[in-house]
């Protein structure tokens, strides 16, 4: 799994409202997106997006932006946290995981 992408995809999809709008910014097929934001739920064992026929909302939280400043990549980054709530320990251990698979980027070129 492109984990990277996966990211972004995730955070298209939580801006655009929509797995088709996100995919449109993306420039790539919506089963594509959807795979990603599958793929990335699975891989950390969480719920990550609330989808009904209608809409695509972010499960129980809000989308908070976080290492604005940072320079890879090249858009702000955001974590899921939830709502009134301290940090869970899955939480913690996601926020570490970006910002382990962002480090691992060169910040010029944007690859491995």
Known sequence: MDQLGAIRA???VVE???FAKAADTMGAPRSTVSK???DLEASLS???LERTTRSVTVTGGALV???TDWA???YPVHIVRPAGRFPSVKYQVFA???AGVFSAYDRDTGTP
């Open 10 to 12: 995730f955070v298209r």
């Open 16 to 18: 655009a409202g929509s």
């Open 36 to 38: 990603l934001v599958q």
């Open 46 to 48: 969480l719920k990550l």
């Open 65 to 67: 932006p976080i290492m």
């Open 72 to 74: 890879p990549p090249r």
């Open 96 to 98: 570490d995981w970006v």
